[in-house]
C-alpha cells in the first residue's frame, strides 16, 4: 500500500467530527466559482447549488465511489449561453426566456460526453483524441474568452474602483496567498469587493428581505420542459449547434482534472474506474443540471487544491460537501443574498476570468508543443479565432434561414473538419502528460504534490 493509499485509509479514523469540518471546507473551495456562473448567467442560484451537490453524487456513483472529485458549475459554457441569450433576443425573447433554451444545448453537450465514453471503452483514448488536439481545442478555448470581454467591460464600467478592488483581491489572494486563501480567490475577491460595495450604499438587499427561508430550488419556467409547452425550434437547433461543440473544450478539461487528481491522490483513475466512467458521470451530471435550470458541471481543481492542501483523500469528505450544497440550495434568502451582487463585482471577477479562459487556451498550445511552423496547424488556429470573434462582433451570428450558427459554433465546426481533412496529424494523447491536463479554467493554483 502506498503512503497515499494508506492516507485514504487513515482518513476513515478521522472521527464524524473533522470528518464534517472537512466536508464544509471543500464545500468553502467550490462555492465562489459555483455560485458566479450563475450569478453571470442568470440561471438560478439555488439549482445551481442543488445540482451541483447532486451531480457530484451522481458522478461518485458512476464511478464506483472510488474518485474524490467535486463538480460544480462549468465555466466553459459561459460563452454558449450568452450566445443563445443574443439569438433570443433578435427573435423579441427576454434572457430569462432564452436560458432554457441554452440548457437544452448544454444537454446536448452532455450526451457527447456519453458518445465519447462509448468511444474511449471501445476504441481506446488514443485513437479519438486525435480528432480533437490542442491545435483545435487551444484557439477555441481562446476564442470564448475573447468573445466574452465586452460584457466583463460593460460591467465594470458602472463603477471601475469597486472592479479594480475584486481584482486586486484576487490577483494578491493568488500570487502571494498561502494554504486556503491560495485556493479561494474568487470567493475573496467577491466577498471582499461586495462588502465595500455594500459598505458604500451600491447594493439593494430589498429581495433578500422579502425571500423566504426555505422553498423549492428550482421553478418550472426555468427549466428545459418549460420550452416544450410552446417550442421555439429554430433556437433549439440554434442552441444545440452553439453550444455542442464547447464540449470538445469541457472534454479536454475533464481529462486534465482527472490526470491532476490522479496525481495528487497517487492512483491513476484514468485506468480504474477508467476514463469511460469518469467522462459518463460528468455527462450525466451535466445532462439533470442542464434540465432543471443549472449551469453545466466539471470536476473542480479548487477541491483538487484541497485534497493536496489537507492529504485527505477520502472520497467520502467529497460526498459530505455535496450534501451541504444540497441542503443551502432550499434556502431561498441566501441566493438572494448573492443575487443581489453589484454589476462591479461580477464585472472585476469576470474580466480576470474571461482572460484566465483564453490565457489555458494559450497554454493548451504551448504545453502542448503545436508546431506552428506547419502550415496546417497555422490555418485551423487562424480560421478557428477569425470566425469566432469576427462572426460574434460583427453580425452576432450567421442565418442560414432554418436555424442561426453562433461564431464559436462556426469556429468549432471548421477547425475540427480542416483538422481531420489535412494532412499532417501528429498529436498523440498520453505523449505529453503536462500537455493533457493543461485546459483547467478554475481560476486556481494547485500545487504539485
Same mark, same amino acid.
Not at 428550482?218 to 461543440?245: K, M, S, Y
Not at 508546431?371 to 497555422?378: G, I, P
Given at each position: 500500500?502506498?503512503? *497515499?493509499?494508506?492516507?485514504?485509509?487513515?482518513?476513515?479514523?478521522l472521527?464524524s467530527?473533522?470528518?464534517?469540518?472537512?466536508?464544509?471546507?471543500?464545500?468553502?473551495a467550490?462555492?465562489?466559482?459555483?455560485?458566479?456562473?450563475?450569478?453571470?448567467?442568470?440561471?438560478?442560484?439555488?439549482?445551481?447549488?442543488?445540482f451541483?451537490?447532486?451531480?457530484?453524487?451522481?458522478?461518485?456513483?458512476?464511478?464506483?465511489?472510488?474518485?474524490?472529485?467535486?463538480?460544480?458549475s462549468?465555466?466553459?459554457?459561459?460563452?454558449?449561453?450568452?450566445?443563445?441569450?443574443?439569438?433570443?433576443?433578435?427573435?423579441?425573447?427576454?434572457?430569462?426566456?432564452?436560458?432554457?433554451?441554452?440548457c437544452?444545448g448544454?444537454?446536448?453537450?452532455?450526451?457527447?460526453?456519453?458518445?465519447?465514453a462509448?468511444?474511449?471503452?471501445?476504441?481506446?483514448? *488514443?485513437?479519438?483524441?486525435?480528432?480533437?488536439?490542442?491545435?483545435v481545442?487551444?484557439?477555441?478555448?481562446?476564442? !470564448?474568452?475573447?468573445?466574452?470581454?465586452?460584457?466583463a467591460?460593460?460591467?465594470?464600467?458602472?463603477?471601475?474602483?469597486?472592479?479594480?478592488?475584486?481584482? &486586486?483581491? !484576487?490577483?494578491?489572494?493568488?500570487?502571494?496567498?498561502k494554504?486556503?486563501? *491560495?485556493?479561494?480567490?474568487?470567493?475573496?475577491?467577491?466577498l471582499?469587493?461586495?462588502?465595500?460595495?455594500?459598505?458604500?450604499?451600491?447594493?439593494?438587499?430589498?429581495?433578500?428581505?422579502? &425571500?423566504?427561508?426555505?422553498?423549492?430550488?428550482?421553478?418550472?419556467?426555468n427549466?428545459?420542459?418549460h420550452?416544450?409547452?410552446?417550442?421555439?425550434?429554430?433556437l433549439?437547433?440554434?442552441?444545440?449547434?452553439?453550444?455542442l461543440?464547447?464540449?470538445?473544450?469541457?472534454?479536454?478539461?475533464?481529462?486534465?482534472?482527472?490526470?491532476?487528481?490522479?496525481?495528487?491522490?497517487?492512483?491513476?483513475?484514468?485506468?480504474?474506474?477508467?476514463?469511460?466512467?469518469?467522462?459518463?458521470?460528468?455527462?450525466?451530471?451535466?445532462?439533470?443540471?442542464?434540465?432543471?435550470?443549472?449551469p453545466?458541471?466539471?470536476t473542480?481543481?479548487?477541491?483538487?487544491?484541497?485534497?493536496?492542501?489537507?492529504?485527505?483523500?477520502d472520497?467520502?469528505?467529497?460526498?459530505?460537501?455535496?450534501?451541504?450544497?444540497i441542503?443551502?440550495?432550499?434556502?431561498?434568502?441566501?441566493?438572494?443574498?448573492?443575487?443581489?451582487?453589484?454589476?462591479?463585482?461580477?464585472?472585476?471577477?469576470?474580466?480576470?476570468?474571461?482572460?484566465?479562459?483564453?490565457?489555458v487556451g494559450?497554454?493548451?498550445?504551448?504545453?502542448?508543443?503545436?508546431?506552428?511552423?506547419?502550415?496546417?496547424?497555422?490555418?485551423?488556429?487562424?480560421?478557428?479565432?477569425?470566425?469566432?470573434?469576427?462572426?460574434?462582433?460583427?453580425?452576432?451570428? !450567421?442565418?442560414?434561414?432554418?436555424? *442561426?450558427?453562433?461564431?464559436?459554433?462556426?469556429?468549432?465546426?471548421?477547425?475540427? !473538419?480542416?483538422?481531420?481533412?489535412?494532412?499532417?496529424?501528429?498529436?498523440?494523447?498520453?505523449?505529453?502528460?503536462?500537455?493533457?491536463?493543461?485546459?483547467?479554467?478554475?481560476?486556481?493554483?494547485?500545487?504539485?504534490?
Amino acid at each position: 500500500m502506498t503512503n *497515499k493509499q494508506q492516507a485514504i485509509y487513515d482518513a476513515r479514523t478521522l472521527g464524524s467530527g473533522k470528518m464534517l469540518t472537512l466536508g464544509l471546507q471543500h464545500m468553502f473551495a467550490m462555492f465562489g466559482a459555483t455560485v458566479l456562473v450563475p450569478v453571470i448567467t442568470g440561471l438560478s442560484m439555488s439549482a445551481t447549488l442543488l445540482f451541483a451537490g447532486l451531480g457530484t453524487l451522481i458522478f461518485h456513483l458512476c464511478t464506483k465511489m472510488r474518485v474524490p472529485a467535486f463538480l460544480g458549475s462549468s465555466f466553459a459554457f459561459l460563452g454558449g449561453y450568452a450566445a443563445v441569450v443574443s439569438m433570443g433576443a433578435q427573435q423579441g425573447l427576454s434572457a430569462a426566456e432564452s436560458l432554457p433554451y441554452a440548457c437544452i444545448g448544454v444537454f446536448s453537450a452532455g450526451i457527447i460526453y456519453f458518445v465519447l465514453a462509448g468511444l474511449f471503452a471501445a476504441f481506446g483514448a *488514443k485513437k479519438v483524441m486525435r480528432f480533437f488536439p490542442p491545435i483545435v481545442t487551444g484557439p477555441i478555448i481562446i476564442a !470564448i474568452g475573447l468573445t466574452l470581454s465586452g460584457s466583463a467591460i460593460s460591467n465594470c464600467n458602472q463603477n471601475w474602483w469597486i472592479a479594480l478592488l475584486a481584482m &486586486a483581491i !484576487i490577483i494578491v489572494c493568488n500570487i502571494w496567498g498561502k494554504g486556503m486563501i *491560495k485556493i479561494i480567490p474568487i470567493l475573496l475577491g467577491v466577498l471582499g469587493s461586495y462588502v465595500v460595495a455594500a459598505c458604500f450604499g451600491l447594493c439593494d438587499f430589498s429581495p433578500v428581505k422579502d &425571500a423566504a427561508w426555505i422553498g423549492v430550488p428550482f421553478h418550472w419556467e426555468n427549466t428545459a420542459f418549460h420550452v416544450f409547452q410552446n417550442p421555439n425550434w429554430g433556437l433549439i437547433v440554434a442552441a444545440v449547434i452553439a453550444i455542442l461543440p464547447i464540449s470538445l473544450a469541457t472534454m479536454m478539461e475533464h481529462i486534465g482534472d482527472m490526470c491532476a487528481i490522479s496525481s495528487t491522490v497517487g492512483i491513476n483513475y484514468l485506468e480504474e474506474p477508467g476514463l469511460h466512467r469518469t467522462l459518463m458521470g460528468d455527462g450525466l451530471a451535466t445532462m439533470l443540471a442542464s434540465l432543471f435550470g443549472a449551469p453545466a458541471n466539471t470536476t473542480y481543481g479548487e477541491n483538487t487544491g484541497v485534497l493536496n492542501l489537507t492529504k485527505v483523500f477520502d472520497p467520502r469528505v467529497i460526498r459530505i460537501a455535496a450534501v451541504f450544497a444540497i441542503i443551502l440550495s432550499f434556502c431561498p434568502k441566501f441566493s438572494a443574498l448573492i443575487a443581489c451582487m453589484p454589476a462591479p463585482v461580477i464585472g472585476g471577477v469576470s474580466l480576470i476570468l474571461y482572460g484566465m479562459i483564453s490565457a489555458v487556451g494559450v497554454r493548451n498550445i504551448v504545453e502542448n508543443q503545436v508546431d506552428f511552423t506547419k502550415s496546417r496547424n497555422v490555418i485551423v488556429a487562424a480560421l478557428i479565432l477569425v470566425l469566432a470573434i469576427g462572426i460574434n462582433y460583427s453580425i452576432g451570428a !450567421i442565418d442560414l434561414g432554418f436555424t *442561426k450558427l453562433s461564431g464559436l459554433a462556426v469556429a468549432a465546426l471548421v477547425g475540427v !473538419i480542416l483538422n481531420a481533412v489535412l494532412p499532417g496529424k501528429d498529436y498523440e494523447f498520453g505523449a505529453n502528460a503536462q500537455g493533457d491536463k493543461s485546459v483547467d479554467f478554475e481560476v486556481n493554483r494547485v500545487e504539485k504534490p
